[in-house]
T-cell receptor
Framework: DGGITQSPKYLFRKEGQNVTLSCEQNLNHDAMYWYRQDPGQGLRLIYY???????QKGDIAEGYSVSREKKESFPLTVTSAQKNPTAFYLC???????????FGSGTRLTVV | KQEVTQIPAALSVPEGENLVLNCSFTDSAIYNLQWFRQDPGKGLTSLLLIQSSQREQTSGRLNASLDKSSGRSTLYIAASQPGDSATYLC???????????FGSGTQLTVLP
């Protein structure tokens, strides 16, 4: 079945550590996105990529980094510069036209 | 900058009732509008996608309407069931990068 796979489901980070969240899609979508969700809030865009080897900052990119070396993969690194990283992270993909988005099942990151 | 608002933030209804969830957006220059469902701790499931040229979409007991000129969309759920309990998110696709902007969601509880 086509879809988006996010791993791990739960992730714990110590202060000062960088951690990387994985996102893989087999939908042959050109565009991929990372969103952050905090309790009681909507989703906020961190980074997006419309083609391989290109990506753009979203509304809250500070403290995060991404890469897009393959069409299928769009990993997100939460760096030590992100002061409040505890949140639910969602990856999505779409075609770059006007089709709908497909979301993964999310990764819950907690700072310990 | 596009802003999306959902009212009410929470709604509790008895089983069997018909109900309406509201979504408004500030910039009518959108490509499409998508309604999602989110269960606690899970990713987003797409319910309905309405293109900017369409007025409504239907899927089973769900009907979504779009009025671009007034910047409004509604999600109508007929004959609600306890299994419909979830958070419903509205998102509009707009801008040069065609990214989604989300509302904060309506948390629906259907009481048996």
């Amino acid at each position: 079945d086509g879809g988006i796979t996010q791993s791990p489901k739960y992730l714990f980070r110590k202060e000062g550590q960088n951690v990387t969240l994985s996102c893989e899609q087999n939908l042959n979508h050109d565009a991929m996105y990372w969103y952050r969700q905090d309790p009681g809030q909507g989703l906020r865009l961190i980074y997006y990529s419309q083609i391989v080897n290109d990506f753009q900052k979203g509304d809250i990119a500070e403290g995060y980094s991404v890469s897009r070396e393959k069409k299928e993969s769009f990993p997100l690194t939460v760096t030590s510069a992100q002061k409040n990283p505890t949140a639910f992270y969602l990856c999505a993909s779409s075609q770059t036209g006007i089709e709908g988005y497909t979301f993964g099942s999310g990764t819950r990151l907690t700072v310990v | 900058k596009q802003e999306v608002t959902q009212i009410p933030a929470a709604l509790s209804v008895p089983e069997g009732e018909n109900l309406v969830l509201n979504c408004s957006f500030t910039d009518s220059a959108i490509y499409n509008l998508q309604w999602f469902r989110q269960d606690p701790g899970k990713g987003l499931t797409s319910l309905l996608l309405i293109q900017s040229s369409q007025r409504e979409q239907t899927s089973g007991r769900l009907n979504a309407s779009l009025d671009k000129s007034s910047g409004r969309s509604t999600l109508y759920i007929a004959a609600s069931q306890p299994g419909d309990s979830a958070t419903y998110l509205c998102a509009v696709r707009a801008g040069s990068a065609r990214q989604l902007t989300f509302g904060s969601g309506t948390q629906l509880t259907v009481l048996p």
